[in-house]
């Protein structure tokens, strides 16, 4: 997040939290102000339309996902090495910031045109990535012949959706989770059982 201004930080957290709770156009300029302590008209010091808030929410929130997991889907090892991390990382990722994930996944039709189509670019960019990989996958041996389109989507789906179902106080931790994700959706992919060690 670009802001420093500690405030700004503040209504960015307070707003992320009410846009998931209540959706965004269920929650009002007037719902910000009074989570704030703020009359309406001192929000306006800091951002110029509601919108504005959802954006850069959800910007940052993908640019931040990406630095955190293109690395290991373009680092070194096969092709199933390189999707295990990137599932791990995107899983750690999630787990530390479920509510501005889950604005990028269901309140990105709330954006106005222009930057809807400019987030799903760089949405469908970073999903390139992950193709990539499982093709590279494919080249090496470690991963059978598939769709890669249809095996990217089914496997970011189950990422993103770990959104909506991971509660930081259940059974298991994150860790064993990503770990437990790791080996099924990999285990699809992989070429055969003997690739099990692939490196």
């Known amino acids: 997040m670009t802001t420093t201004r500690p405030r700004e930080v503040e209504l960015h957290r307070v707003a992320t939290e009410l846009f998931r709770e209540r959706g965004f156009h269920a929650t ?3 719902d910000l102000a009074k989570a704030l302590g703020l009359n309406r008209g001192s929000l306006y010091h800091y951002i110029a339309a509601k919108d504005d808030l959802l954006w850069t929410i959800v910007s940052d929130a993908l640019d931040r996902l990406e630095e955190c997991v293109r690395p290991e889907l373009d680092g070194k090892g096969s092709g199933e090495a390189r999707v295990r991390r990137a599932i791990a990382a995107h899983l750690h990722f999630a787990a530390s910031n479920l509510n501005e994930l889950s604005l990028l996944q269901i309140e990105l039709r709330s954006l106005p045109p222009g930057r809807r189509h400019a987030l799903v670019e760089r949405r469908d960019a970073y999903e390139a990535h992950w193709r990539r990989a499982i093709d590279e996958g494919i080249v090496d041996g470690s991963f059978r012949p598939l769709d890669v389109r249809l095996a990217g989507f089914i496997v970011l789906s189950t990422c993103n ?6 509660r930081p106080d259940g059974p ?4 064993e989770l990503a770990g ?3 080996d099924l959706l990999v285990g699809g992919l992989r070429a055969s059982a003997s690739a099990e060690g692939a490196p």
């Open 172 to 175: 298991l931790a994150v860790e």
């Open 28 to 30: 009002s300029m007037q």
């Open 180 to 182: 437990t994700l790791a």
């Open 161 to 166: 959706w770990f959104t909506q179902w991971y």
